[in-house]
C-alpha cells in the first residue's frame, strides 16, 4: 500500500471513505468534449494517496464556489440597487410632474427599465467584485460554458419549446384567476415590442444566472458540507477537493426550482397551481444546466421557453395591434 502522502487526508477504509460520499471529477475529465455535457456529479472516480493518480484538480484546490454567501451577497446588491434606482425614477417624475410609478399606463414600462437597470447594476458589481474573492473568471466559477450552448442551439431551443407547450398545456388544465397581474404588462401595445425583447433576451439570462449559476450551487455546497462526518480528516479533505455529490444537486434542485416559480406567484395572482407548473419548468431549465453543465444553455431553453410564448401572443394580437384577442385565451 502507498503511504499517504504529507499534504493529504488521513484517510482509512476503517474511517472516512470520500467515494461514500462525495463524487470527485478531475480537470482532464472537464477537458474532454464527451465530459462537456455532463455536470461534475455524475462522473465518479476512485479517490487514492499517490500523488500520480490523485486527479489534477486536487492538488491545484480551487474552493468551491459560489456558496450561499456569495447568492445572499448578490441578492443584497439587487436590493440595494433596486431602491436607489426606485428613488431615483420617482425623483425624475417629481421634478418633471409626471407619475412614473403610479400611472397604469406607464407602469408596465417602467417596471421594465427600473427591473433591466437593477440587473445591469447587480451583475455588473458580481462581475467586477466577485471574481477579486474568487481567484477566478466569473463565467468559470458560474459554469456559464458558452461553447456547448452555442455547439447546441438548435437542440436548445428545440427543448424549450417544448417545455412551454408542456406548461402551456398543463394550464389549460387548471382552473386560474381569470385576470392575473402580470396581465397588466399586456394593455398597451406600444410597449408590447420592448417587454417581449426583455422577456426573451434579458430576464432568462439574469434569472439563470442567480438560479441556476449561483443557488444551484450554492444550496449544493452546504448540503454536502452539513452531511459532512465531523471528522478532521473529513474536514481536510473536504478542504482539498472541489466536488459536489449528486444527492445535494438534485435537492439543490428541487429546491432552487420551488424558489423560481415562488418568485413569480405575485405576477400569477398567487394561483398556486400555475406556481406548480412553473416549479416543473424550473425542474426542467436545472436539467438542462446539469446536463449540459452550462448556465448558458439553460438560458438559451428558457429564451426560447418564453419566446415561445410571445409569438404567440404576435400571432393572436395580429402583431401586437388587436390586444383585446388576449382576453379570449
Known sequence: MTEP????????????????????????????????????????TTFTRSPSDVPHDLLTHQPR??????????????????????????IIGFITHTKLLASSASLPLTSILIEAVTFLITYGIAYIAFPRFWQRPF????HWNPAVAKEHVPQLIGVGIALSIVAQALESLLTLPKEMPVDAFFKQP???????????????VCEEVFFRGFLLRGFAIFFDWIALPKTDEAREWWQSTTGLSQRSMILSGVLTSGLFA???AA??????????????????????????????????VHAA????????????????????????H
Open 5 to 44: 502522502q504529507p499534504n493529504e487526508p488521513s484517510v482509512t477504509h476503517e474511517g472516512f471513505r470520500p467515494e461514500d460520499h462525495f463524487v470527485i471529477r478531475s480537470q482532464s475529465d472537464e477537458a474532454s468534449p464527451a465530459s462537456a455535457l455532463h455536470s461534475d456529479v455524475f462522473t465518479n
Open 190 to 204: 406600444s410597449t408590447l415590442w420592448i417587454i417581449a425583447i426583455f422577456g426573451t433576451f434579458v430576464a432568462p
Open 65 to 90: 464556489q459560489p456558496n450561499l454567501g456569495y447568492s445572499a451577497a448578490l441578492l443584497g446588491i439587487g436590493v440595494l440597487a433596486l431602491f436607489a434606482v426606485s428613488v431615483f425614477i420617482g
Open 139 to 142: 463565467g468559470q466559477v458560474i
Open 262 to 264: 415562488a418568485m413569480h
Open 305 to 328: 421557453y418564453n419566446g415561445l410564448l410571445f409569438a404567440i401572443m404576435f400571432v393572436i394580437t395580429g402583431g401586437f395591434r388587436h390586444l383585446d384577442k388576449l382576453a379570449n
Open 267 to 300: 405576477q400569477l395572482g398567487w394561483a398556486w397551481n400555475a406556481v406548480g407548473v412553473l416549479w416543473v419548468v424550473g425542474g426542467g431549465l436545472t436539467y438542462i444546466r446539469i446536463r449540459y453543465n452550462s448556465v448558458a444553455a439553460s438560458s438559451v
